[in-house]
């Protein structure tokens, strides 16, 4: 049910040596730097074809991503998968465990904002799932 993965979401201690590594090993390059007050963190966007990497350094120890490297230390935070069936995709995840929080009529494709989950078993990081875009949209085969 869930196609492939379109979001790699990584909190790091250092976003500025995360990029550093993240370029030189994998040969990514970045294509935009940002920062959330709202949210907690500053961030890197790594395309992978596909879909990207993103780094995030928290900038809130009291945010959610803050919260998340004082309990886990640096590691994956969410991986992102297109799928074609949202809603059973959900359900299979919560079959498995997983909260997830549902977004009804959310447009199509939106990244992030269809379905998420935090799994609540440490090693397993968040999911979330998407439409997959149509041929010619960003992230189409």
Avoid: W
């Avoid at 993240?22 to 730097?33: A, C, S, W």
């Avoid at 809603?87 to 977004?103: C, M, N, P």
Wanted: charged share 30%.
């Amino acid at each position: 049910m869930l196609g492939d993965i379109v979001e790699l979401t990584v909190v790091v201690r250092d976003l500025d040596a995360a990029v550093e590594r993240f370029t030189e090993v994998f040969g990514l390059t970045v294509h935009r730097r940002g920062e959330s007050e709202e949210f907690g963190f500053k961030n890197a966007i790594l395309p992978t074809g596909i879909g990207h990497i993103e780094l995030l350094q928290p900038t809130d120890p009291t945010k959610p991503v803050g919260r998340f490297l004082e309990k886990h230390g640096e590691g994956v935070y969410l991986v992102g998968f297109e799928c074609r069936d949202i809603l059973g995709s959900v359900e299979q995840l919560k079959a498995h465990g997983v909260r997830v929080d549902h977004r009804p009529g959310a447009p199509p494709g939106a990244a992030g904002s269809v379905a998420r989950g935090r799994e609540r078993i440490p090693s397993t990081p968040a999911a979330r799932a998407r439409r997959p875009a149509a041929r010619g949209e960003r992230g189409s085969r």
